[in-house]
């Protein structure tokens, strides 16, 4: 059984920075064959694509965070950290880590087997 765990949401002022973290365990796919990801979702919002990161190194960004954030993986303990900087109330969200079963960064929620129960971000202005 594949276990997702996030961690480092919270309040943050407008401006200011976080990091989110996720740990995953159980299951016997190897890290060479997932892709990691973050999605986040609004109120009343479908679940969007954040950014991405897979065994090669391969990043991916929504457009959205790219540029105020940084996406990086620790193979050998299974996690993912997410830093955002500069933000703003529109990132105010749910922020989800979900892993698939193929390295490919897919943006789209239905690509991926496995999802945490995600970690509030709320941003205030």
């Given at each position: 059984?594949?276990?997702?765990?996030?961690?480092?949401?919270?309040?943050?002022?407008?401006?200011?920075?976080?990091?989110?973290?996720?740990a995953?365990s159980?299951?016997?796919?190897?890290?060479?064959?997932?892709?990691?990801?973050?999605?986040?979702?609004?109120?009343?919002?479908?679940?969007?694509?954040?950014?991405?990161?897979?065994?090669?190194?391969?990043?991916?960004?929504?457009?959205?965070?790219?540029?105020?954030?940084t996406?990086?993986?620790?193979?050998?303990?299974?996690?993912?950290?997410?830093?955002?900087?500069?933000?703003?109330?529109?990132?105010?969200?749910?922020?989800y880590?979900?892993?698939?079963r193929?390295?490919?960064?897919?943006?789209?929620?239905?690509?991926?087997?496995?999802?945490?129960?995600?970690?509030?971000?709320?941003?205030?202005?």
């Amino acid at each position: 059984q594949v276990q997702l765990v996030e961690s480092g949401g919270g309040l943050v002022q407008a401006g200011g920075s976080l990091r989110l973290s996720c740990a995953v365990s159980g299951g016997t796919f190897t890290s060479s064959n997932y892709a990691m990801t973050w999605f986040r979702q609004a109120p009343g919002k479908e679940r969007e694509f954040v950014a991405g990161a897979n065994w090669s190194g391969g990043i991916s960004y929504a457009d959205s965070v790219r540029g105020r954030s940084t996406i990086s993986r620790d193979h050998a303990k299974n996690t993912m950290v997410l830093n955002m900087n500069n933000l703003k109330p529109e990132d105010t969200a749910v922020y989800y880590c979900a892993v698939g079963r193929r390295a490919i960064i897919f943006q789209f929620p239905p690509d991926y087997d496995f999802w945490g129960q995600g970690t509030q971000v709320t941003v205030s202005s």
